[in-house]
């Protein structure tokens, strides 16, 4: 299910509020506190211009009228900050706003500190920061560690040598920031998890549908054209439903049509084909085979015949070489007709249970005196009984061919080694020479009737070209596979049987 678009798109729209969730915690980390701190420093700034303007409307030299008073008051409770104006009268300060009789006598001789502070550049009072300034002002941060609060602070200077001090708190940011970030954290993460339990359930309704389609159209790969898609709702998944329906109708018959047109096509073309192929490739082949001998038998027998040669010596060597021919001619004949009845299944397999060691000695024993007189070293080493089920006849005739087709093509070191080699149930018997490498290019091909990778070698032993077709026959019906491969120093033919 991980794969799946239900999955994707609960995973996607998790990533997303997570990523959002993400993207505001770091802003509110990084920049909230340093936004606030100029929030403020604008808000502080803008009362100073509105005091500015309130004094430069004012008629009054000393104290605000009643209205100006009443707009001051209203300035402070709106900006949440407090506004204190000093002016020089008589050698000494005298509050302009508050007036005198509202202002506290300990308050005032405070705020008069403070201004002198900051007039005078006297820093050493708690923490100062100057954080902004202009010709008319100059704005402070102040940790007041007497008070463990945090203001922003504004001296500034009207028309006529007034002095303009305004204070408005400042909490902790950090502390709101951390806050603040902590419950973002809390709303995200049940966000996110509201979000894949609501995508989940959403997405449900898309998906179910989707699946349904797609083991419908997997059935329709495997021509299972009865499934059809129930079409419940009038939209694009409805319309792709109806669409999915109609082709399998259509490939349906199309199939079927098709099937039937080929069925009948492939056997009049196989009838046909096999037919000809045959014809012409046993004409060809037995034609080019008995070609040289019957061409020897004529020209001896005519020999005879003509008394070419009137020693008897010379007459018996003519006999014998027709009598040569002729055996080769039987003995091709025969393989033949092996070959005809094992390709056409007219030969009927006997399996039995036999030991394959008995058999490759007894064909070894018959074939001894070849080993002996082509000098050969023989490697076979099995002396414990393998069983295998077979047809003990006919393995015999590939464990002759294989054995007869190394004798033959034996060269080099002249070795001939026989492997039993078990896997699992199983036995694969090789049979391997040193000699000359088979092409790669024609190792597929020597398993065709009357195929000789080396035709001048073929000849000078007999060879027909039948042998190792027939084995190919004889383990088709066995259902087992049998091959050949190259060396660095030799050959090696290989067939395997079932073990018991």
């Not at 951390?178 to 973002?184: D, G, R």
């Not at 039937?260 to 085979?289: G, P």
Request: contains cysteine; negative net charge; hydrophobic residues 40%.
């Amino acid at each position: 299910m991980r794969r799946s678009i239900r999955f994707k798109l609960a995973s996607l729209l998790a990533a997303l509020i997570a990523f959002t969730i993400f993207i505001t915690w770091f802003i509110n980390h990084t920049f909230l506190a340093d936004y606030y701190l100029n929030f403020k420093v604008a808000r502080i700034a803008e009362v100073f211009y509105k005091v500015q303007h309130i004094y430069e409307e004012s008629q009054e030299e000393l104290f605000l009228s009643e209205e100006d008073t009443l707009k001051m008051e209203r300035l402070s409770s709106s900006f949440n900050v407090n506004i204190y104006v000093l002016m020089p009268f008589a050698g000494r300060s005298l509050s302009s706003y508050p007036k005198p009789q509202d202002f506290g006598e300990r308050e005032e001789l405070q705020i008069q500190l403070l201004i002198r502070n900051y007039m005078s550049g006297d820093m050493s009072q708690g923490d100062k920061t100057v954080i902004g300034e202009n010709e008319n002002f100059v704005i402070y941060r102040l940790y007041d560690d007497h008070l463990d609060a945090n203001y922003i602070d504004l001296v500034g200077i009207l028309e006529g040598s007034k002095v303009v001090f305004l204070r408005s708190n400042f909490e902790s940011i950090q502390e709101s920031v951390a806050l603040s970030n902590q419950f973002l954290g809390y709303i995200g993460l049940i966000a996110v998890v509201i979000g894949i339990i609501a995508m989940l359930m959403i997405s449900r309704k898309f998906t179910k549908p989707i699946l349904e389609m797609a083991h419908i159209a997997k059935r329709m790969s495997e021509l299972d054209f009865d499934a059809k898609y129930h079409v419940r709702e009038n939209d694009e998944i409805g319309v792709l439903g109806t669409s999915l329906n109609t082709l399998s109708d259509k490939l349906q018959e199309t199939i079927l049509e098709l099937k039937r047109a080929n069925n009948e096509l492939q056997i009049d073309i196989q009838k046909k084909t096999e037919i000809d192929e045959m014809r012409k490739e046993f004409l060809s082949n037995v034609s080019h085979e008995l070609k040289t001998p019957i061409s020897l038998i004529q020209g001896y027998a005519e020999g005879l015949v003509e008394n070419v040669n009137e020693d008897e010596e010379s007459r018996n060597f003519y006999c014998e070489v027709i009598i040569d021919e002729a055996n080769k001619m039987n003995q091709m004949v025969k393989k033949l007709l092996t070959l005809n009845e094992l390709e056409f299944g007219s030969n009927q397999v006997n399996f039995e249970r036999f030991d394959i060691v008995q058999l490759i000695n007894s064909v070894l024993w018959s074939t001894e005196i070849l080993f002996k007189q082509k000098q050969v070293t023989l490697h076979f080493d099995e002396k414990e009984p393998i069983y295998v089920w077979a047809d003990e006849y006919l393995i015999e005739q590939v464990v002759t061919n294989y054995i007869n087709n190394a004798l033959n093509h034996v060269d080099g070191k002249k070795i001939i080694e026989i492997k039993l080699i078990p896997r699992d149930n199983v036995l694969r018997v090789a049979v391997f020479n040193t000699g000359n490498r088979i092409p790669d290019d024609e190792l597929d091909k020597i398993w065709v009737k009357f195929y000789k990778v080396d035709k001048a070698r073929t000849r000078k032993y007999g060879g027909s070209g039948i042998g190792l077709s027939i084995v190919k026959a004889i383990m088709n019906s066995h259902n087992k596979e049998c091959g050949v491969v190259n060396h660095s120093k030799g050959v090696e033919f290989w067939f395997e049987l079932d073990m018991t």
